[in-house]
């Protein structure tokens, strides 16, 4: 099955800084690949999606970008501020007519300091 | 419109007991897929259910099952409880099934002691 690997971890940037979030996947037949940001205490929250016949997306100070030759992807942002801080999970998806589902990175805590 | 609501938010069980619980999703959505977050492992697929059918299954054992009612609303149970139970558990709907733009529940916070 489809396996993802997030890195880094964890990742402190001060405010104003980009922050880069990277992620692999095994399946080269997924083809669907949403990022989502979750503060603590509440609901993971869809912030940017990108499907695999497109390279790059962008939304304001979010971007992701998406090499299907090498199978990664990953979320840039720009210019970060305090309330960007949470944990975001990238996940990998092969959309098919039939059941779907959403394979999760393991995270990145992101912590942007003043 | 109403988002995606589980019920109850907060669970403490006992092992061996069992669970059930519950996810209604946005008005209209017709599929609703589980997924439990731990620390240690992430969020993991349960099941999606689209009108009243199981069309998926992840790597669970059978002690967790689950069902979706006429009216879109799913349940899910967990038949004699583990520590390693203990979780978050998360429902997602989507409109027809497809994962563009899951809207996440705020999910039953699970503790088995």
């Known amino acids: 099955g489809e396996n993802v690997e997030q890195h880094p971890s964890t990742l402190s940037v001060q405010e104003g800084d980009s922050a880069v979030i990277k992620c692999t996947y095994s399946?080269?037949?997924?083809?669907?690949f949403p990022w989502y940001k979750q503060e603590l205490g509440k609901r993971p929250q869809l912030i940017i999606d990108?499907?695999?016949?497109?390279g790059e997306k962008k939304d304001q100070r979010i971007a992701v970008t998406l090499n299907k030759t090498a199978k990664h992807f990953s979320l840039h942002i720009t210019e970060t501020q305090p309330e960007d801080s949470a944990v975001y999970f990238c996940?990998?998806?092969?959309?098919?007519?039939?059941?779907?589902?959403?394979?999760f990175g393991t995270g990145t805590q992101l912590k942007v300091e003043l | 419109k109403a988002g995606v609501t589980q019920t109850p938010r907060y669970l403490i069980k006992t092992r061996g007991q069992q669970v059930t619980l519950s996810c209604s999703p946005i008005?209209?959505?017709?599929?609703v897929s589980w997924y439990q977050q731990t620390p240690g492992q992430g969020l993991q697929f349960l099941f999606e259910?689209?009108?009243?059918?199981?069309?998926n299954k992840g790597n669970f054992p059978g002690r967790f099952s689950g069902r979706q009612f006429s009216n879109s609303r799913s349940e899910m149970n967990v038949s004699t409880l583990e520590l390693g139970d203990s979780a978050l558990y998360l429902c997602?709907?989507?409109?027809?099934?497809?994962?563009?733009?899951?809207?996440f529940g705020s999910g039953t916070r699970l503790t088995v002691v």
């Open positions: 997602a709907s989507s409109l027809d099934g497809q994962p563009y733009g899951y809207t």
């Open positions: 996940a990998a998806s092969k959309v098919t007519g039939g059941g779907n589902k959403l394979t």
């Open positions: 990108i499907r695999s016949n497109v």
């Open positions: 008005s209209g959505h017709r599929s």
């Open positions: 259910y689209f009108s009243e059918t199981q069309r």
């Open positions: 399946d080269s037949a997924s083809n669907y």
